[in-house]
């Protein structure tokens, strides 16, 4: 283990069980500063949203978790926190690729590939984010993903070459608290649209599923709550969804 300590902490592991999990438990033995981060080579029980998996070979791969105290942010309003996130991962890809997308709520895509997950886990004190604790896994130089994984990708595939994971978490690290200012300085709007503006399968109508079935729709918008509203083809129907309730289908799939 590594330890850096300057006016945040930085904690560089070789193993862990799960970045987020590490950072959480050092928070509760003692509030750290803003901005501090857990990173990690290889993680045995690294984490999705919902509690999904999150696949890392050892030492290939950006896993980390890092602190934040978004205390001007509400709780009701706390998606806005995985819009900024989900944003400044796709303009450090922005650098390196392009046709990077935010596939709601805030997995990162390359054209149909997942090349980036994120969880975030707020604390909450009433009405208003104690502290939040963003956990990031970026795809950078994996080569052989497990064949159960449905559609993962990483930069080194895309681009034909190694990249420096300490340079892509030095741009993060700066280009998050560059947005996070902007949340602090209450320009939620702009980050919003933004966000929309990125969003995968923005423009036309696309297949869903949920509990009902198959249907085709078109992306209206991502409410303040981070619920999907959907409009549905022929009948114009709105229908407003958590994450878990609907799912993005092949386009290929015909009736």
Avoid: C
Wanted: net charge negative.
């Amino acid at each position: 283990m590594e330890v850096q300590k300057s006016d945040k902490l930085v904690v560089k592991l070789d193993k862990t069980t799960s970045t987020n999990t590490e950072l959480k438990l050092l928070q509760q033995q003692s509030p750290l500063p803003e901005g501090s981060v857990v990173m990690a080579d290889f993680q045995t029980g690294g984490r999705g949203q919902a509690g999904n998996s999150w696949y890392s070979g050892r030492g290939k791969n950006l896993l980390l978790s890092l602190l934040l105290y978004p205390h001007n942010v509400k709780a009701r309003d706390q998606f806005v926190i995985s819009r900024v996130v989900s944003l400044v991962i796709k303009r450090v890809l922005d650098r390196h690729l392009e046709d990077v997308t935010i596939k709601w709520p805030n997995d990162i895509y390359w054209k149909d590939k997942k090349i980036a997950g994120i969880l975030i886990e707020n604390s909450l004190i009433g009405q208003h984010i104690d502290y939040t604790i963003v956990g990031i896994g970026l795809n950078v130089n994996e080569e052989d993903f497990p064949e159960q994984l449905p559609n993962p990708i990483s930069m080194k595939q895309i681009v034909g070459a190694e990249l420096d994971r300490d340079l892509l978490f030095t741009h993060l690290s700066n280009d998050l608290f560059e947005l996070y200012q902007s949340l602090g300085r209450g320009e939620i709007d702009l980050i919003e649209q933004e966000y929309m503006q990125h969003l995968y399968r923005r423009e036309g109508m696309h297949w869903f599923s949920d509990k009902g079935g198959r249907f085709k729709a078109t992306i209206k918008s991502v409410l303040p709550s981070g619920h999907l509203l959907l409009t549905t083809f022929p009948d114009k129907e709105e229908r407003v969804y958590a994450f878990k309730e609907v799912a993005f289908e092949v386009e290929e799939y015909e009736e």
